[in-house]
């Protein structure tokens, strides 16, 4: 399998084949992190949409970029923020944080209905127990699989806070509810 590097290499070499491959290994993905970051679906493929037709038009946005995923899940957050400031008259910016939804639905197919119902509750009330930023970091370490640079890169933060951050919202779920916690890593 090529590698983040090999792909920006081979994409700046203006390669459409692996312009398409970044595409298709990573749109699903993006919009499943714009849906829980709260975004509507129509606006969510336009951002998407945007974002890859300004790295297709410009491929030198991707000059420094040593992980494309994580560039990608940056670009999709800046995009709506900015999309945000803009649509706010300039006397509403007063850093109100938007909550990042992190639902659970994916025991449908392994609990009957009453268990599912049960079990769905404690993991929303779970994840509900953190805050927007630990929901948001957890969601991309253990949902998105991001390894710990690129959590950095989509939070603007160091490698050491982002391991931190995790480090006490897990702490924090497990003194919340240590069964649901072991079931929200099983799924």
Not at 62 to 88: G, I, P
Request: aromatic letters at 10%; hydrophobic letters at 40%; glycine letters at 2%.
């Amino acid at each position: 399998m090529i590698n983040d590097q090999e792909l920006t290499q081979d994409f700046r070499a203006n390669s459409d084949a692996v312009y398409d491959n970044i595409y298709r290994a990573n749109v699903q993905q993006l919009y499943s992190y714009g849906l829980r970051l709260g975004l509507e679906p129509e606006e969510l493929k336009d951002y998407i949409q945007d974002i890859f037709y300004k790295l297709l038009c410009n491929s030198t946005f991707l000059d420094n970029v040593t992980n494309v995923r994580a560039y990608l899940f940056r670009a999709l957050k800046n995009r709506w923020q900015n999309a945000l400031r803009d649509s706010r008259p300039t006397t509403e910016l007063d850093g109100t944080i938007h909550e990042f939804s992190g639902e659970v639905n994916a025991l449908e197919t392994i609990i009957n209905e009453e268990e599912r119902t049960n079990m769905t509750s404690r993991l929303n009330l779970l994840l509900a127990s953190l805050t927007n930023r630990q929901r948001e970091a957890v969601f991309l370490r253990y949902i998105y699989e991001l390894p710990y640079e690129e959590i950095a890169q989509t939070l603007d933060m160091s490698v050491p806070s982002a391991r931190n951050l995790i480090s006490r919202a897990i702490d924090h779920m497990r003194n919340v509810d240590a069964e649901a916690l072991l079931l929200f890593f099983f799924i």
